[in-house]
């Protein structure tokens, strides 16, 4: 197939990947921005809404677990490893030595700063800008390499976290594995009857009315049976409703709660997790880009095949991973022994399968409505990103101004506000581009990394 064609010097495959990403990731962090960390694993009790036999908030967060965690953020890390490389190879050929390197490395450092202000004043601590900015930093020595020695690298290191576990799964699914360990069949069906979960904790003040929203008593849940008398459930209720609480005061009273949750990530976990989770994909995509898949080099054929295998070892992966077997059952325990091998599997699964489907529907121009408005949220991906976080700011948090409905959403419903949020950011990206040429903060971005506020200080 022929390299598609690019605007201004850019690949079309690779800004319609990152805007499937963009778009995509929001759909596992609105989950982490609307509902208690605890919450977020038993969307069975939790909500109440059912159609039929079928729970839409289990649905729901099942294919948030098998569709999006790990998928979105692996995607992104194999962009910016290519993008990397692509501008430290451009920095090398304008022959003007190390100095040329300068702007890659402000751009690296002013990303670390982005990532900072996000996690701490943004109150997001999963951020990945300061990630990209910190590996980055470490991209050059690995540009020279072939692809051979690359792969052997990115396969070590997703051995090593395939090895590692279940640790290597996202914050979400952690939660969600800790609470259906803890709780039976029987205790589960339990926590299903009467009213859900959700309407039993104490939601602090009602943004609108400024009253309680707690009729007449205290919103401590009082189960019976089973439940009373199991210890983890007790402790998972009282940790839904002390998040509930932290979440409902002023912002200085976040910005302090959120605090050890944003060093531990941009610390420990660094090297605890995210060396393995992230560094390894930006490493396979110096590994694609070199090889002409990020560019729309290989065949038709080629793209079809890895699509197929792709998609089936992604569904087959998240099948098994994300599935509640019958409890005692073959099924459970295999998956049990299994999930936590699988979840890098999935991942590379899914994110090889996106980038051949959007290959091939640029080859073939089918669907270029879809596609281009990829291609638009995928130059708009910095911008975007933040303004996801601003929109949930909005949505979960009140400080005065915002609706305030962390803790009083079922799974489904902060799906609502992802598709909603998804569309806007859709429909808006390609007109705003028409407008300004960039996003602001791409545009902010690029003037820091020139050395703009260097030379002006000079």
Known sequence: MKNAPAEAGRHLLMDAGRG?????ILWINIFIQAIPNDALGIPGIWGEMKIGSIDPNIEVWRMAGIFADGVMRGILSVLFGASGLIMITKAEQAGSGIAALDPWYRRQLWLIAFGVFHAYILLWPYDILYLYGLFGLFLFPFRKLTLRPLLIIVAIMLAGSAIQGASEVSQ?????????ESLTGDQIEEGRQGDPLRNRMDQGTDPVTTESTLPSSPAEPEPSGALEDNPRYQQMLENIQNEISERHEGYLANVKSN?????????????IHHILDVFSFMLLGMALYKSGFLTGRWSLRSYAIIAVAGYLTGLATGYLSNTTFEPGSGMEAFSDSLSGYLYDLRRLGFVLGHFSVLAILLAKGRLNWLVSGLIACGRFALSLYIFQTLACLFIFYDFGIGLGLFGRLEHVQAAEWALLLTILQFLAAPLWLRL???GPLERLLRWLAAGAVRSKTR
């Open 20 to 24: 499937l990403a963009i778009l995509g």
């Open 436 to 438: 300004f040429g960039q």
């Open 259 to 271: 605090a050890p949750s944003a060093l531990e990530e941009q610390t420990s976990e660094v090297i």
């Open 172 to 180: 979400a699914v952690n939660a969600s594995q800790t609470v259906d």
